[in-house]
């Protein structure tokens, strides 16, 4: 699933070709996403007006209009690009927003998990209202997560993965900064001390602006707005490394779930 740094080098990757353009149509091949694709509305609200900015919220894509928004989600195989409008639609090409003068925003989704909404006010929707802070704000930081886990039995992996208590970690990048800080992904919240949080914060705002920076993970089915494919997969540490040995102490790492997502880690590193 693309994580916050895929969905962030989307953004600055589509964000300099279509701001300010008129959009002169857009075409649903496929309208049964995980909602289904509100086309009329979609057409009534984009054609001949221009999106005039681009936010990213959690994993979400607000692309801004003078009255409303287009939301979208890459959901767990989706993709936005840029071609020209000679190019051939393939099989798994869902949606094109096709701009004055030629260009093509198209979104590619083999297993069909992504959305494409429309909204008067983003703040208030359903999927973004009860979001919590964005991992690179100001209000992330190590006290608001000590305070918000004391109570908390929750392993440490799925607290930092839960949307409402921070927007935007995903498993990889959740897997990635547990090791970084030593910590287990199975520890109870409660039990995570202020230091360990302190470290924590910093390595995912550290970890997350080294992955945009690089250009996200290359999974298999991410390609960035720019169409070209994440940097960072060579890097990681230990997600998809089960039984590989340790980068720190050779140790082999070990997968156990929690969630139902694999979680790879190391015993002897992580505590």
Known sequence: MPELPEV???????EPHIINKEIDTIIVRQSQLRWKVPVLELKRNLVENKFLSIKRRAKYLLLNLAEGSLIIH????????LVENKAKFKKHDHIDIL??????????????????LWTQNPEEHTLIKNLGPEPLGNKFNANYLFEISRNR??????????????AGIGNIYA???????????????RKVRLDEFESLVLNIRSLLNKSIKKGGTTLRDFVGGDNKPG???QQLRVYGRAGEPCIKCKKPLVNLKIGQRSSVFCKECQN
């Open 99 to 116: 701009f004055k003068g030629g260009l093509i925003l198209r979104y590619t989704d083999p297993r069909k998990f992504g959305s494409f």
């Open 153 to 166: 039995t929750v392993s440490i992996k799925n607290l930092i993965m839960n949307s409402r208590v921070v």
């Open 74 to 81: 890459l959901g767990m195989s989706g993709s936005l690009r």
């Open 175 to 189: 897997s990635e900064v547990l090791f970084e800080s030593g910590i287990r992904p199975n520890r109870e919240s």
């Open 231 to 233: 940097y960072f997969k």
């Open 8 to 14: 962030e080098t989307t953004l600055r990757g589509i």
